[in-house]
């Protein structure tokens, strides 16, 4: 007699469940492989990216302002913007995955890193039309270390003692020339209920610029730089001077510098209540806005004669184009837009707080900080960048930034800092 | 017919047998070892591709030099050099290691003390009882980068609530002095971690037998005794767990920290160091991955000995 077979029904089963579940897999992955698809190859050649850090209200306007004057050939900007610190924290895998054409970034040892990584395209055949525009410190500034051009400047600005002209009228005070005077200066502004020196830390790295003016004033330019490179002990007598005078300075500093930021500081100086301000002309412009009339600024006094203040800290902000371009020559159409004198302008009428790095701006235009910025920095003999610029990022923002903390919270421990900074400095820059 | 029948009766013999084999030879047949194959293989893969490759690739890039630009033939083989960099080169490394342990010694007798004495008051029939266990569980559901962010509002010197309630307005900087904002941040974290301590002892407590605590009343015992004696031993499971929960809570703390001030000025962190030199603006791949190791020895530490008391348990039983 013949048997039903049990054993035949679940197996079929089991087998279409199978067959169904690859099946929804397959239809699963359309999607995603026609995305890719559309992705890679939708590129318009009449739109360019643009990356941008300028991401405070004040900057980002102001920036919108001079794409929407960029009518070239029909050209369209796209603009995606991130956070400034976001930013420069993951700016090495942005450029290495899927970067804007052309993108925000600073002038010196940073962008030469970048170039000499191959991350950044060499654009010296743009510099061939606008050499007439900057000056040679600006060009070397912009020149990678294989001696080609990676970098178009936009603006920049001083760093260098701040201070409320109103306040400073109101009690009496004078620029200080020395160092000394500097100390006596803030002593008095003790004694007249202010706060001397508006300090605020919180950040990281509004400190760096003090360390710079310091060693700039003390040690000068070549030791700087060097000191930058990496090529000096930081253990030796020349930075302990620098640590010295800083602590003489430290009875000058807002309480609880560490915990601050460095907006609140700059706030305490625009109402008054504190003296001066050791920060750009940008970052406190910013801040005073509406009453920029009110904004005066010196340059940090002399310490050693022999440098006198002849070098200025004025961070050069740019553009930069991606090795991976799509729109190149769009991105070069723009770079040579950003690098003109009306883009600059059309900048610097949101953002007065910083001076236009070409040289066929028309000054007239000029407010009197931008007026002043424009003949102390023209004045200098050397510029420098800053220091998370001038030097390897890593020991800027964790050898750096941390041993400055530590200093300020503990200037008796000098030592120590300086002895962690000159080993971090030997495992980082002998690599 | 004999001999029909004998026939018959033969092969009915051997039948019997054969079936049964074939039986057994089909148990597992071929699709069905395909789906199970499919059912343990697929999160054995993800597991080893999410877990075990980067956690050996880590181990092997500790002993390079990488700035991560470029590819994998960019990477220089230096040794042990991170290592001995880490350790003797590095200021920040051993506070963060101290930072740490305190955290974990922090955790582990405060919240949890704390957390068990709200399980057993709470654990008593009173009224509104399920309301304050939900006011104390709230915090849980915060992530701990907004525990942070709280916590800032709370401390700030001229405007915070800590120290408006205690009239040192302007005065004291909870978070920007070095030497009390670890202490700080331990609160706004102990803030949290006490109602998921409380949540897993209240749990404990739910499945305590009365007729236990009856028993002890009838000795004589009072509450304290009844604790100590009776309630406490009995949650020793519990007890593992909660101390399981802490000590993951301890190593893996970053978030809390690096909203405050991004791990700087006292609030160092292993987890802070990992990252600060792997994503952050360093890019020492290979300096970054050398402390990871570092904090997974550690935590092999008090894995090894949690699983080896575990797999004794289940021994016993």
Redesign the interface.
């Known amino acids: 007699m013949a048997r039903p077979r049990p ?1 035949q029904l679940p ?1 079929l089963d ?2 279409s469940v ?1 067959k169904v579940l690859l099946a929804g897999a397959g239809i699963a992955a359309v999607p995603g492989l026609a995305a890719c698809g559309s992705g890679s190859s939708g590129a318009e050649s009449k739109t360019v990216t643009f990356g941008s850090n300028y991401s405070d209200p004040v900057p980002r306007n102001a920036l919108k302002a001079v794409l929407d004057g960029f009518k070239t050939d029909g050209l369209t900007v796209t603009a995606n913007t991130k956070d400034h610190n976001t930013f ?3 700016i ?2 942005y450029l ?1 995955g899927h970067p804007d054409d052309v993108y925000s970034w600073f002038a010196g040892y940073r962008m030469r890193y970048f170039a000499s ?3 950044a395209l060499d654009i010296s055949d743009t510099w061939t039309s606008l050499g007439d525009s900057f000056s040679a410190a600006q060009k070397e500034a912009s020149t990678g270390s294989d001696g080609k051009q990676y970098f178009v400047p936009f603006y920049s600005y001083p760093w260098a003692l701040f201070y409320s002209k109103s306040t400073w009228a109101k009690y009496g005070y004078q620029p200080p020339k020395t160092f000394d005077e500097l100390i006596t200066l803030g002593n008095k502004m003790k004694a007249d209920g202010l706060t001397a020196l508006a300090v605020g830390q ?1 950040d ?1 790295w509004p400190q760096l610029g003090t360390f710079d003016q310091l060693n700039l004033r003390t040690n000068g330019y070549d030791f700087h730089m060097s000191l930058m490179a990496g090529k000096e002990d930081w253990k030796g007598a020349k930075v302990k001077a620098v640590f010295d005078n800083w602590k003489r300075m430290l009875p000058l500093y807002q ?6 930021k460095w907006e609140d500081a700059a706030q305490g100086v625009l109402a008054g209540k504190a003296g001066m301000m050791v920060i750009g002309s940008q970052q406190i412009g910013q801040q005073f806005a509406q009453k920029l009339d009110d904004l005066d600024f010196c340059a940090f006094p002399t310490i050693d004669p022999q440098w006198g203040t002849d070098t200025v800290e004025a961070p050069i902000d740019g553009f930069m184009m991606s090795k991976k371009a799509v729109n190149v020559d769009g991105g070069k159409k723009l770079l040579t837009y950003l690098a003109s004198a009306p883009a600059q302008l059309t900048y610097l009428k949101s953002d007065p707080t910083s001076i236009a790095a070409s040289s066929k701006v028309d000054e007239g235009t000029y407010n009197a900080l931008q007026k002043k910025c424009v003949q102390f920095v023209s004045e200098a003999k050397h510029i420098t960048q800053f220091l998370d610029r001038d030097t390897d ?2 020991f ?3 050898a750096m ?3 400055i ?2 200093f300020l ?1 503990d200037p008796n421990s000098v030592d ?2 300086l002895s ?1 900074l000159a ?2 400095a ?3 820059f002998t ?1 | 017919m004999t001999l029909a029948e004998q026939l018959d009766a033969g092969t009915g013999t051997t039948r019997p047998p054969r079936r049964r084999a074939r039986r057994k030879s089909t148990a597992l047949s071929l699709p069905d070892r395909i789906v199970l194959l499919l059912m343990v293989g697929i999160p054995a893969v993800v597991h080893i591709a999410l877990v075990w490759v980067p956690t050996i690739g880590s181990i092997v890039l500790s002993f390079s030099e990488w700035d991560g630009i470029g590819g994998l033939s960019d990477i220089k083989w230096i040794g042990t050099k991170n290592y001995v960099d880490v350790f003797t080169a590095y200021p920040r490394f051993w506070p963060a290691v101290a930072h740490n342990l305190i955290w974990l010694v922090f955790l582990i007798v405060i919240p949890t003390a704390f957390g068990l004495l709200m399980a057993v008051l709470l654990d008593r029939k009173m009224r509104f009882s399920s309301i304050y266990q939900s006011i104390l569980y709230l915090p849980v559901v915060l992530s701990l980068a907004l525990v942070g962010f709280i916590w800032q509002l709370m401390y700030e010197p001229d405007k915070g609530l800590v120290n408006n309630l205690i009239g040192q307005v302007g005065h004291i900087n909870w978070l920007g002095d070095s030497s009390i904002n670890l202490y700080a941040v331990l609160v706004a974290a102990a803030w949290r971690h006490t109602g998921y301590v409380m949540l897993l002892f209240l749990a404990g407590l739910k499945a305590l037998d009365p007729a236990l605590k009856e028993a002890a009343s009838l000795d004589g015992a009072n509450s304290w005794q009844t604790f100590w004696r009776v309630t406490f031993p009995v949650l020793k499971p519990i007890n593992i767990i909660v101390l399981v929960v802490t000590v993951i809570e301890a190593l893996r703390a970053y978030d809390i920290v690096f909203i405050i001030n991004r791990g700087r000025n006292g609030l160092e962190l292993l987890s802070i160091l990992i990252t600060d030199n792997i994503i952050g603006e360093s890019s020492r791949i290979g300096y970054g991955s050398a402390i990871a190791v570092v904090l997974l020895v550690i935590s092999l530490g008090f894995i090894i000995t949690y699983l080896v008391q575990v797999f004794r348990k289940e021994e016993r039983s």
Do not use: C, F, M, Y
């Open positions: 054993g197996t089991r087998r199978l420069q924290q993951q090495n895998n290495q990584k191959g991350l919180a990281g309480d609880n510098a560490l915990g601050r990022p890593g800027a923002s964790d930034t941390n041993g903390n530590k919270g120590s800092v962690g080993e971090q030997k495992s980082i690599g």
